[in-house]
């Protein structure tokens, strides 16, 4: 029999979201490599940025920065788009004068152009809110509009409920590969950072045809993301004593697994080479792991919460797992491929 893998979850996921400039600076002026000065190498989007603003679509200020954290306002949102698509954009509604975005105003063009492609509404006292942040969610709408953007696949994510108004947009987003989420969570209430909003756009300008989404990841794990000393023990936990008796145990197990099933070969450690985050190559090779014992994710799911809670070796007959709570991870071990053995 193999060794037995040791698997640590740790959920590595950042939303790849995108931001917009301000307003000043001829982006034209600038090289095509050139960097703002407060967008190092060292910033993860650093080349989207740079390839945004050398074609025109994102301006700086007029110091040289880019401001790359600062919530991006919903003025700022609706010049970037009319920019880009202005003239491309559906004329769906009649023309609705906000209260607070008078003709004098820079941004007028840009919000009318958004407003009657309903990508904007007054609120209750009629006024557009030019210097509000915008929302992740409303990213969502503007960029599924500008983009022509279909829902290709309807996955939601789960602080997304059907009665959300941009439900579909943020389906469509998310089914293009425009967003990944965080630990299947979209934020939709959430404000956007301009160079957040930068990214979103460069993905929607740039999509890829042959993407295929999968279902949305949900970690599988309650206590995924916080040290091993900081989970719960259960009732009766000893350290050291605890993960040397379930060792002995899960050895036990699988050499009566091999003798009666004659298994041979077929055992093997099914553990999660290295860190489990919630990339697509990850929620690929969870939901492999899921396939090969012979169970739906959601019911992996739900055995890996189960041994953390408990603290005992689940016994699927021809798997067994159990949680290490010194070293935060898994330990499981069983036939290779359930299916492959038992013809089920």
Known sequence: MRKILLLLYSAVITIALVVTSSIPVSAVERSQDNVFSDVTE??????????????????????????????ITRKHAAALISRLQGDSLPTTYEFYEFKDMPKSNPSFDDVKKLQQAGLFMPDSRGNFNPNKAL??????????????L??????????VPPSHPY?????????????????????PEEDLSREHYAVFMHRAMNLDINHIAR???????????IPAEDVPRPPGYVAKVHEKNNKEQLYKLVNAMLK???????VTGMGLRGTMGVDDDNQQFFENRAKMINVT???????????????????????????DYISGGFKMAGANNIKEVTGK
């Open 42 to 71: 060292y910033n993860f989007y650093y080349d989207i940025i740079n390839n945004m603003a050398s074609k025109g679509i994102i301006n700086g200020y007029q110091d040289g920065t880019f401001k790359p954290h600062v919530k």
């Open 135 to 148: 929302t992740r969610a409303e990213m969502a709408r503007i960029l599924v509009v500008a983009f022509d």
């Open 150 to 159: 279909k829902v290709k696949a309807k996955y939601d994510f789960k602080d």
């Open 167 to 187: 439900k579909d947009d943020i389906r469509a987003l998310y089914s293009n590969g425009v967003t990944t989420g965080d630990k299947g969570n979209f934020k």
């Open 215 to 225: 279902p949305i990841w949900i970690n599988p794990v309650s206590y995924h993301d």
């Open 260 to 266: 009666e099933k004659k298994l041979g070969g077929y």
């Open 297 to 323: 994710s959601e019911e992996f799911v739900k055995i890996l919460d189960w041994t953390i809670k408990t603290g005992e070796i689940y016994d699927g007959t021809l798997f067994f797992i159990y949680y």
